[in-house]
C-alpha cells in the first residue's frame, strides 16, 4: 500500500517562511512523522516537494499512472501552495490519474486575500482542509487510513 504527499512551490521553506502564517514546523519534519505513522501500518508515504510546477506534473504522473500498478500510489495528499490558485496543469494531471485526492492548506486561505479564496483543486478534491496548520497533513493521513484500509483512529 502506498500513498502520495505533495508539496507544492515555497513550502521547502517552512518553518523560516511568514512562521506567523505558515507555522515554526519544517516540511522536513511533516514528512516524518507522516512517513512513521504511515509505515506503523505498513504503508509506504512517497514524499515529494518542488518549486517547479512541471516536476510536479511528472511526479503525479509517474506515481498515480505510469510507474507499474503494484507501484502506483492508492491515493494522494497535496498542498500545491501558490499554485493551488494557478495551476490547471496541476488539476489535470490529478484528473489523469483517477487517484483520489485531498488538498491541504496549513492557513485558511478563505481569511486571506481574495485570490487565495479560488482554488484550480477543491471541486474535484474528495476534501479540502485549511487553516488547521500541519495538523492537517495528520488529519489527510488518518482520513486516507480509514477510507482506503479501515486503519480507524
Ligand atoms: C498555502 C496557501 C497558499 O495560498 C499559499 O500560496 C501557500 C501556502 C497554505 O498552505 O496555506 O504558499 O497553500
Request: glycine letters at 6%; a negative charge.
Amino acid at each position: 500500500h502506498k500513498l502520495l504527499l505533495v508539496n507544492g512551490v515555497n513550502l521547502n521553506l517552512l518553518g523560516k517562511r511568514e512562521p506567523d502564517i505558515y507555522g515554526h514546523t519544517t516540511l522536513a519534519d511533516i514528512e516524518k512523522r507522516l512517513i512513521a505513522r504511515a509505515a506503523q501500518y505498513g504503508i509506504e508515504l512517497i514524499c515529494v516537494q518542488s518549486n517547479h510546477e512541471g516536476k510536479l506534473v511528472d511526479e503525479i504522473q509517474h506515481h498515480g499512472l505510469l510507474a507499474d500498478k503494484a507501484a502506483q500510489v492508492d491515493a494522494i495528499i497535496i498542498n500545491p501552495a501558490a499554485f493551488t490558485h494557478t495551476s490547471v496543469a496541476l488539476r489535470d494531471a490529478l484528473l489523469a490519474t483517477q487517484k483520489p485526492f485531498i488538498e491541504v492548506h496549513l492557513s485558511n486561505v478563505h481569511a486571506r486575500e481574495s485570490f487565495r479564496q479560488h482554488s484550480y483543486l477543491s471541486d474535484v478534491a474528495v476534501g479540502v482542509i485549511c487553516g488547521l496548520g500541519h495538523l492537517g497533513y495528520q488529519m489527510a493521513l488518518t482520513y486516507w487510513l480509514d477510507n482506503l484500509y479501515s486503519i480507524t483512529l
